[in-house]
């Protein structure tokens, strides 16, 4: 098992920014990528950007290509998100999310291993 803690969230009006993280922590493994998802009221959580964290490779949904980006720190085994550019849409519960045994930095919900416990982002117009 891993367990993450995400931290971060909050309010900010549109086109401004925040920075999610997420510490791992827990059994470790050679190969896997963790990633971000959300879910907005009465949506199903979507996947927004993810990273292999052996190789590096990044895979963005294109509703946030060239506003987020997500990086690592490899020593304290935590991921972040800088939001960059918010918009209401992007208005969610972010959850952080690893996949292990896996090198793509793409995976679905239902791929995904553990679970974080959510943050809230709420950007207002």
């Known amino acids: 098992q891993v367990q993450l803690v995400e931290s971060g969230g909050g309010l900010v009006q549109a086109g401004g920014s925040l920075r999610l993280s997420c510490a791992a922590s827990?059994?470790?493994?050679?190969?896997?990528?963790m990633g971000w998802f959300r879910q907005a009221p009465g949506k199903e959580r979507e996947f927004v950007v993810g990273i292999s964290w052996s190789a590096g490779q990044v895979y963005y949904a294109d509703s946030v290509k060239g506003r987020f980006t997500i990086s690592k720190d490899n020593a304290k085994n935590t991921v972040y998100l800088q939001m960059n550019s918010l918009k209401p849409e992007d208005t969610a519960v972010y959850y952080c999310a690893v996949r292990l045994d896996s090198s793509r930095a793409y995976f679905t919900r239902y791929e995904a291993d553990n679970w974080g416990q959510g943050t809230q982002v709420t950007v207002s117009s």
């Open positions: 827990g059994r470790t493994f050679s190969n896997y990528a």
